[in-house]
């Protein structure tokens, strides 16, 4: 069943739409709540951001945030050069680093991480960006936008 494009914006729960949904993206930016997208180059990605931002600016159904999904595979060698995988990258924790500030720049606004394609244990990933790369992206913080906001928690 195809999405209506008259959707009701009485609902209580929220939407995120992932990619496109063989929809156009001002259907979307009228639509959702927010928009998860793949992780193109940073050009594009740039751009994305620009479109989605300038839709739905003042639209006022508040702040709509603009997420990145990420496939990572973080290379033992802190200091291994991006190389391309499906959906993201093989890298160390520097580069790494490195790109999660040039997104952060850019506007994204959430980094959804995908350890889909890790060759290390994930637990061990996940101890070492803890360790080194989230230091430096403290909760409630945009440095794109210059904005703070406070993180809620919802749900249970």
């Not at 003042?58 to 033992?76: I, M, R, V």
């Not at 802190?78 to 520097?94: D, E, K, N």
């Not at 959430?110 to 637990?123: E, T």
């Amino acid at each position: 069943m195809p999405f209506s494009s008259t959707v009701s914006r009485t609902w209580s729960r929220r939407s995120v739409l992932t990619g496109r949904g063989r929809q156009d993206v001002r259907w979307i930016a009228d639509n959702t709540d927010g928009w998860l997208y793949y992780t193109p180059p940073l050009q594009q990605q740039a751009e994305n951001i620009e479109r989605w931002q300038e839709m739905t600016r003042g639209d006022g159904d508040g702040f709509k945030p603009y997420a990145q999904a990420t496939y990572l595979d973080l290379a033992e060698d802190p200091l291994a050069l991006p190389r391309r995988i499906h959906q993201g990258f093989s890298v160390g924790r520097v580069s790494f680093l490195a790109m999660m500030r040039a997104w952060q720049d850019i506007g994204i606004d959430q980094l959804m991480i995908n350890f889909k394609h890790s060759r290390r244990p994930v637990a061990e990933v996940i101890d070492e960006l803890a360790e080194h790369v989230l230091p430096h992206f403290p909760p409630g913080r945009s440095g794109a936008r210059g904005e703070h906001r406070p993180v809620e928690r919802t749900g249970p």
